[in-house]
């Protein structure tokens, strides 16, 4: 972190004859990506261009490292992270045109979690800078990426416990429905920082002359004030999402539910909302990523999570330190997604095998 870096171009940084195989393997697959070729062979291309440069990395590091040096760095560059957004950008576009399955692409997700842990565990990547990182904070790591955890998930659940009822609510009742969307929109319009700002004021104010409240944990800076800011957040998502869904329920559907003697709430419980359902968790999964990301700011008002780590390197220009929070964020969100969106999938085939 002290010294200047020594930059090594990538026949520098690996074995003699391992660096022209990996040049040769990355231009293979990056003229299949130019030009019109078969999916198959891009999502070959692409995952063996990923796997390649997740195992010379490590190679390259071990190699680079000095015997019996344990304070020098070896610190990927700008090029390889650009390769890997490259490749996973390619990976991610053939994936989406190939259709899969929801359960083939959960599979697709465990495969690349265990070979990435396969990595880990195996210590090839042990040099890298990254993990140096890790090694110093490991503790801190896992609690930070608790609260990270829990801010994200935690708010999400306050969000989804008052916004289906109130999304119901405003579905049944047009008179509140444009106000209530209105306000929401309002929050979600205000930056992040402000609204962690805005909010330190009265809950400091809340903690002081409240009794009881600071015993709760209520304060003005903490956890308290993030966990409010991200539900604040999530509620537009749910419940635009919930009007959406009752709205889109077949009129065929409650008219035969009606015939059937079935009282408003056995229509809403039974009818509407399973068929809502699959629209309503496309809200969730909205919320669930957006607020994996912005767990991060938290850590600005003293919440916790990966962004203690961000900041701290973005204080102490330490590159590897804002990786070791931005990489789990980024994995997160993109993890969640995937699950989210399979589970999607699911229940709307589901709803449509019910209905058919």
Not at 17 to 26: E, K, R, Y
Request: with cysteine; aromatic share 6%; charged share 10%.
């Amino acid at each position: 972190r002290i010294v200047p870096g020594e930059a090594r171009s990538i026949l520098d940084s690996l074995p003699a004859a391992v660096g022209p195989l990996l040049l040769a393997i990355l231009f293979i697959a990056a003229i299949i990506a130019l030009l019109k070729t078969p999916l198959v062979l891009r999502l070959a291309a692409s995952v063996i261009a990923l796997a390649a440069l997740a195992i010379l990395i490590g190679v390259a590091g071990s190699f680079l490292m000095p015997e019996g040096n344990t304070f020098a760095r070896i610190s990927p560059a700008s090029g390889f992270w650009l390769l890997i957004f490259a490749f996973t950008l390619l990976l991610a576009d053939v994936l989406t045109r190939l259709n899969l399955s929801p359960w083939a692409r959960l599979g697709g997700l465990v495969i690349a979690a265990l070979a990435i842990g396969l990595l880990l565990a195996s210590g090839s990547w042990n040099s890298l800078s990254i993990l140096k990182e890790y090694a110093n904070r490991a503790d801190s790591f896992w609690a930070e990426g608790s609260k990270h955890v829990t801010l994200a998930l935690g708010s999400l659940a306050a969000a989804v416990v008052v916004g289906l009822p109130l999304g119901i609510l405003c579905h049944r009742v047009d008179k509140i429905r444009a106000g209530v969307l209105n306000v929401l929109n309002i929050i979600q319009t205000v930056p992040s920082i402000a609204l962690f700002g805005l909010l330190i004021a009265p809950l400091g104010w809340v903690a002081t002359h409240v009794p009881g409240a600071a015993a709760l944990g209520i304060r003005g800076i903490g956890t308290t004030p993030a966990f409010l800011a991200l539900f604040l957040y999530s509620l537009l998502p749910v419940v635009a999402n919930t009007v959406v869904g009752l709205a889109g329920v077949p009129r065929a559907a409650n008219d035969a539910a009606r015939g059937m003697g079935m009282t408003d709430r056995q229509r809403l419980f039974g009818v509407e909302f399973p068929l809502a359902f699959p629209v309503i968790l496309t809200g969730i999964r909205i919320v669930l990523v957006q607020n994996i990301g912005l767990a991060t700011i938290a850590a600005l008002i003293g919440g916790g999570g990966f962004g203690v780590f961000v900041f701290q390197g973005v204080g102490q220009t330490a590159m590897d330190l804002v990786l070791l929070g931005a990489v789990p964020t980024v994995a997160m969100a993109f993890a969640a997604a995937i699950i989210l969106d399979a589970v999607i999938e699911m229940t709307a085939t589901k709803r449509r095998v019910e209905t058919a």
